[in-house]
């Protein structure tokens, strides 16, 4: 019995399984006569024993191990959160922003719902202290109306003041505390309450629960099963993707791709449709006047391989599927193209007398002979071809060792199915090598196929002749490989433009490995050197990718393990320097070798999943985006843009043993059909048709979750903005909010609940994949966001402030009276012109473009582009345009609106004024487009220089810290260089930075040697 362990190990190697002799248990040596759970029989029968399930076998023990570093995370984060609670509670509540090392959005997102609400907070008690303050002033302090009041009569009448006799006579008239002033103090706190209910955000949690939740459901249609919620949105910030090949980027379907058969060349077409072009229906095109060409071809297959071996069609999709040795099942799938039944074939060679399938003697394949062989006799009947003997053996192998083994080869086969053959000379021999090198350059795999006749059984018997595989004729020889997914390179090729790395993380050889990603572009032409063959650094083997990051242990004796032999370009067992390992027994990482070694490694052949491993946790840590010298050398000698932030690396698996990966990985993908339930336990996101394709939809649908959350912020900023300022303006001018309790329950449900909906279920388009991904040190509110948000919070104060304190100027007949009070003309004209401009700035919130986009792409300027694509957006405008109109008209007191609501010249002014906001939207979109310093400002997110510093800002506890030491730092500079404190910080940044950027250097030697020029005191540095 041999079992396919790869699953579990990575080997492709089959493991023999052998039974323990004589009841011992440890067997002898080499015995292994257990069997795990997940892997798969290729050869053999046997009867099994269970011994170990659930938790206690070696798939559950891993899945145990990967919940409990989950629940040991989960723990540290917690134990983190209440440790900040208890000693920094009151400076984070006075501290704004967050920690800029790379957070996810998630992380930004809390951090600005914080700080909004701590705005908010800060100005609604602000504005209370201030109100407060003003009437204790005014009314106790000055007295209010009281002190103008001499008569005694007078006094009392008015409830607020009393009377205080003098006892010369007279007296004076005061203002004390009554019951009503209780009512004046809570309506000072009911409008400082307003102002932080419009402030805080409780819209947004809505929002991004419900983009997620759209996308979850949406990319599940798109063959994403997604199991974590915020991997949706990392994955849209991918940087690198380290795909699988076998599955991912090939069909897992070994295939026959080329033969040379009966005299002529036969070629699969890859990607242009299995049937119309795949290489069977080309050779049934060419034998329609010949099927005895056929028969040979499909007797010599389906004659020869393993019983167990068997292609199913599922009529319903059309998909194909391989039971048993995956290169039997592509030579049958190839007679199946040929419109051969294998099953009636079959029949007419079963012997009676013969426990085989069918025929009379098989030899089964050795690593030795390199090849199998079949016996069958003579049909009877028309099905037979006209065989010179009785009995024929098929035999296919290993190209090398069957041309050695035959004397001739198939010229053609006559419609009568005579066959026409010559001899194998030594020009005939080097032909079919030749053919067999061109498939090993392309990395297929070569096969040939030939027979013998025989007049009658040779003398001992099949099996006691070891010269039966000999004389042979050489029928065809094939090459065979796993093909590309007709949908790869157009799926990678939008990974390039989309500013996304793609590496190959594989098992198979390096030739192989190479052969494919060129064929699929991960490879590119810039990455190839003379002889079509890698340059140095892009294709390497597991092997030597491992020797070469990890640091070795020279205080320890040598020891056995897997070693790069440059010699055979592949990986051996034998003595040399073990690795450094940690306090958890894991392999120290050098990273500066490391960061020398990824940025140009494409493909990684013979990896194992310790290989894949070392390469995401290296490539999450890394910071060569830092060294502006290394990554400008990569562009001028590869051409290859390294991402100016820290990478984001998603990863594919399918193997119990690649869930360390997948844990480790940014967003780690399982495959669906191929995966084993460990890795799928262990992924955030599984393929359910293991296509790469469907990585790109779920990119697509990552950057849009980003981009629909951000159109939410940026509308609702802008509301809060106006709403606030504008209640603040109301409660100093009127000592009340223009917009009362219910109007602004309404407004909040508009830009809250409402807007959410609208924003959030916006669907993804091409579009997204043109441009580069957002960095993790990105903020969440970007240049043109900001310019949106100030741009219209001003049209919108601007446009309120003229209704509310000169509404007589409006373009109003009649013209409306100045009336700050609830319910009166003034202020229902000034609530409907205020929920208008919210309603057409949801449009303009609609798009996010970037400068480069304004100045190239016209459908950016246009905001109602795409809109009847997202038909909830519109249900939502027309729900919420009509309910307007309803409050307005039927209303009335309820909703603090003038009864019978407003005329239609007041509608169209509403209207008018919202729709301005549109107008509005081009100008400030102008106005980037002019001013905006780089084409880039939206997809390059900080500069070297910049991330040095931030890089320096960190290792200060908080914000307050880095201040402090900053200036103890910097004071220790200004006495050295006798200067001023300001400019003995800038000192002490730029001599941190100097060591790791040279333009830091530049600036430091340069203000150094200005400052000692002035104080010749110093000596040396």
């Avoid at 492709?12 to 067997?27: F, N, R, S, V």
């Avoid at 024929?392 to 041309?403: E, F, H, I």
């Avoid at 960061?595 to 890394?622: F, H, I, N, Y």
Wanted: charged letters at 20%.
């Amino acid at each position: 019995m041999k079992m396919d362990e790869s699953a579990l190990t990575g080997e492709t190697a089959l493991i023999p399984k052998t039974a323990a002799k004589g009841g011992d248990c440890e067997g002898g040596p080499g015995d292994d006569p257990f069997i795990v759970s997940g892997t798969n029989i290729i050869q053999g029968t046997g009867l099994m024993l269970v011994l170990a399930v659930g938790p206690n076998s070696i798939q559950g023990k891993i899945l145990a191990r990967i919940r409990e570093q989950e629940e040991d995370e989960n723990d540290q984060s917690a134990e983190t959160e209440e440790t900040k609670s208890a000693f920094s509670a009151l400076r984070a509540f006075f501290t704004f922003g967050g920690s800029d090392n790379g957070a996810t959005l998630m992380d930004k997102l809390d951090v600005l719902a914080v700080d909004i609400g701590k705005m908010g907070l800060i100005v609604a008690v602000g504005v209370f202290l201030i109100m407060l303050t003003q009437w204790l002033l005014k009314d106790f302090i000055a007295g209010g109306p009281c002190p103008e009041l001499i008569d005694e009569d007078d006094c009392l009448s008015t409830l607020v003041c009393t009377w205080s006799a003098a006892p010369s006579g007279g007296g004076t008239c005061g203002r004390h505390f009554v019951t009503e002033d209780v009512s004046t103090i809570l309506d000072y706190f009911i409008v400082a309450i307003t102002i932080l209910v419009v402030a805080v955000p409780e819209g947004l949690p809505l929002a991004v629960t419900l983009a997620l939740a759209v996308s979850m459901k949406r990319m599940t249609e798109d063959a994403n099963q997604v199991k974590h919620m915020d991997s949706c949105e990392t994955m849209g910030s991918a940087t690198t993707i380290c795909s699988d090949k076998t599955g991912t980027l090939t069909e897992n379907k070994m295939t026959v791709m080329s033969a040379r058969y009966a005299g002529y060349q036969y070629e699969h077409v890859v990607g242009q449709g299995e049937q119309d072009n795949s290489l069977g229906a080309k050779m049934l095109s060419a034998f329609k006047t010949n099927a005895a060409k056929s028969r040979l071809l499909c007797e010599s297959i389906l004659l020869n391989v393993s019983p167990t071996s068997t292609v199913s069609i599922k009529p319903e999709t059309g998909s194909t599927f391989y039971v048993g040795n995956p290169t039997d099942c592509a030579l049958i799938k190839l007679t199946q193209q040929l419109s051969c039944d294998a099953d009636s074939l079959r029949v007419a060679f079963k012997e009676g007398s013969s426990m085989l399938d069918w025929g009379v003697h098989s030899i089964p394949f050795s690593s030795q002979r390199k090849r199998m062989s079949w016996m069958v006799k003579r049909a009877d009947g028309s099905a037979s071809l006209p065989y010179p003997g009785r009995y024929r053996m098929y035999s296919k192998g290993a190209p090398t060792q069957m041309l050695a083994a035959c004397t001739s080869f198939v010229t053609d086969i006559t419609a009568a199915g005579a066959t026409s053959t010559k001899p194998l000379e030594a020009r005939d021999r080097q032909a079919f090598m030749d053919m067999v090198a061109t498939c090993q350059s392309k990395g297929l795999r070569a096969l040939a196929l030939a027979y013998r006749d025989f007049d009658d059984v040779p003398k001992g018997g099949w099996g006691g002749n070891g010269d039966l595989e000999t004389n042979m004729t050489v029928i065809t020889v094939v090459g065979i490989e796993d093909p590309l997914r007709p949908s790869v390179p157009g799926a990678i090729a939008e990974c390039h433009k989309a500013g996304i790395d793609v590496r190959m993380c594989t098992g198979d050889a390096l030739t192989t490995a190479v052969a494919i990603a060129k064929g699929c572009r991960i490879l590119r032409g810039s990455d190839l050197g003379e002889g079509g063959q890698p340059k140095t650094g892009f294709a390497m083997t597991g092997a030597e990718f491992d020797d070469r990051v990890h640091l070795k242990d020279s205080s320890k004796p040598e020891t056995v393990r897997r070693v790069f032999d440059p010699e055979i370009n592949d990986a051996v067992d034998r003595l040399a320097e073990p690795f450094l390992l940690d306090e958890a027994g894991n392999k120290v990482l050098d990273q500066k070798i490391f960061d020398d070694l990824w940025p140009t490694l494409r493909v990684l052949a013979r990896c194992q999943p310790e290989d894949k491993l070392a390469l995401v946790r290296g490539m999450r840590k890394s910071r060569v985006f830092l060294d502006e010298a290394r990554c400008a050398a990569l562009v001028n000698d590869h051409g290859i843009r390294i991402f100016p932030d820290y990478q984001v690396v998603a990863v594919t698996g399918d193997g119990t043993n690649d869930a360390p990966a997948l844990k480790s990985a940014n967003v780690g993908f399982a495959m669906g059909i191929a995966g084993t339930e460990t890795a799928k336990q262990a992924a955030d996101i599984i393929l359910l048709d293991d296509s790469f394709s469907s990585i790109v939809q779920a990119v697509m649908w990552g950057r849009n979750i980003f981009d629909s959350i951000s159109k939410f912020i940026q509308f609702q900023l802008t509301v809060n903005v106006v709403a606030i300022t504008l209640a603040v303006i109301g409660a100093f001018a009127f000592n009340d909010s223009p917009l009362s309790a219910v109007q602004m329950l309404w407004v909040n449900m508009i830009m809250d609940s409402l807007a959410s909906l609208a924003l959030a279920t916006e669907p993804p388009t091409e579009e997204l994949l043109d441009r580069m991904p957002y960095g993790r040190r990105r903020p969440i509110i970007s240049v043109t966001m900001g310019a949106n948000i100030i741009g219209h919070a001003i049209y919108q104060a601007v446009i309120l402030n003229w209704v509310l304190f000169a509404p007589s100027s409006l373009p109003l007949d009649p013209p409306v009276a100045f009336e700050p009070t609830q319910g009166s003309l003034h202020w229902s004209l000034f609530f409907n012109v205020f929920v208008m401009l919210q309603l057409f700035n949801e449009f303009n919130s609609r798009r996010l473009p970037t400068a480069k986009k304004l100045r190239t792409t016209w459908s950016e300027w246009n905001v109602f582009w795409g809109v009847s694509q997202n038909p909830y957006f519109v249900a939502i405008m027309s729900f919420t345009f009509c309910m307007q109109v309803f409050l307005m008209i039927y209303g009335g007191v309820a909703v603090n609106i003038i009864p019978g609501g407003l005329t239609k010249a007041q509608w169209l002014f509403s209207v008018a004024v919202g729709a301005g906001g549109l107008i509005w939207q081009l100008l400030i979109n102008a106005i980037v487009v002019v001013f905006s310093p780089s084409d880039y400002e939206e997809e390059v997110r900080l500069t070297p220089t910049e991330l040095e510093e931030a890089a320096y800002e960190e290792t200060a506890a908080s914000k307050w810290d880095q201040v402090r030491i900053g200036v103890r730092r910097g004071a220790l500079y200004s006495k050295v260089f006798n200067t001023d404190i300001k400019t003995g910080i800038k000192i002490s940044k730029l001599a941190h930075c100097a060591a790791t950027s040279e333009k830091s250097s530049r600036s430091f030697r340069h203000l150094a040697t200005e400052l000692s020029s002035r104080r010749r005191t110093i000596k040396g540095d």
